[in-house]
């Protein structure tokens, strides 16, 4: 595009060109050394100015990945030297496919190109792990490449709440969704200390229904097996950071909790937790830090004779 200036002369600001596209088939070892990119252009500088070009696409499908290089589909740079400046180009998209082992330790990036005025939008890097049929590992990132000069932490973990519904009948529920959709099932029939006489669904006294669980004002829930099994299946897989354990320190209860993603277990408890000296109200925390759709809780009552 063409304005004019003073002088007489034009000025003609154009941006770079944008990353193409490649994609790569390897049915054997895939080794990455070098570096493979499909970069937006950066703008040209002299009399033509502009925005930098967005990345292009990498697509990967092979059986191993290994290597140090990098894969890229980073947009290009704005025009930075002089007013007008030009925005960076937006980051591309990158998507790895495999199906035997990944040993790659290179890099992966999808970055915004660089800008005076304004940072290209970050592009997106897909990772798909198909060795386990049964139980697909799928990763998406979304990383502009800032880096931050405060301390790495977590600023935010979305607590899985799951109360908001009312105790239902019959108290001999053994299974219940919450409102978000997490289905809880239990190998014991909640404990009831009377039954009423004409309902035989309705617990007069001493309910213990397993929808307790979900209910706010409710700290415990009671059943009639020695050892039950509480298995919460997600609707979708979710990133667990860690997991609360709130026990009954008024008796004697050892747990175990178990975590998996479709048949796999990533996480285990392979001792049981003794809370003979719990203080009523303080949590175990047990830290799983992965990618899971099931949580299995495995309880055992104590007897203990005096």
Known sequence: MASGSGGGSNKIYRGGRGGGSLHIVVTGMFRLEGRVHANGEAAFG??????????????????????????????????????????GGAGGRLALYYWGKRTFIGKQEAYGGRSSVEKGGAGTIYVQDDSNSSSIYRK?????????????????IQELVLTGNQNNRPYQKTTYRAPNGV??????????????????????????????????NSNSYYT??????????????????????????????QHSVQVYLGDR????????????????GQPGRIDVKNIADKVKCYYVLLLVSV
Request: aromatic share 10%; proline share 6%.
């Open 265 to 280: 277990m990533v996480t285990d408890i392979f001792e049981w937790v003794d809370t003979s000296h719990c203080l009523q």
């Open 183 to 216: 289905l809880v099932s239990t190998t014991g029939i909640p404990y009831c200390y009377r039954v009423n006489a004409h309902y035989p669904g309705v617990c007069d006294d001493g309910n213990a229904l397993l929808e307790n669980l979900f209910v706010s």
């Open 224 to 253: 009639s097996q020695v050892s039950p099994v509480v298995t919460y299946q997600f609707p979708i897989p979710l990133y667990l950071e860690y997991i609360l354990v709130y026990p009954n320190c008024s008796t004697i209860t």
């Open 46 to 87: 002299g009399t033509i100015r502009g925005g930098g070009g967005a990345g292009g696409s990498i697509i990967v499908r092979t059986f191993n990945f290994d290597g140090d290089g990098s894969l890229e589909v980073n947009g290009g740079s704005g025009y930075m030297s002089e007013t007008p400046y030009g925005g």
């Open 140 to 156: 998406l990132v979304i990383d502009n490449g800032i880096k931050s000069t405060e301390p790495s932490h977590v600023r935010e």
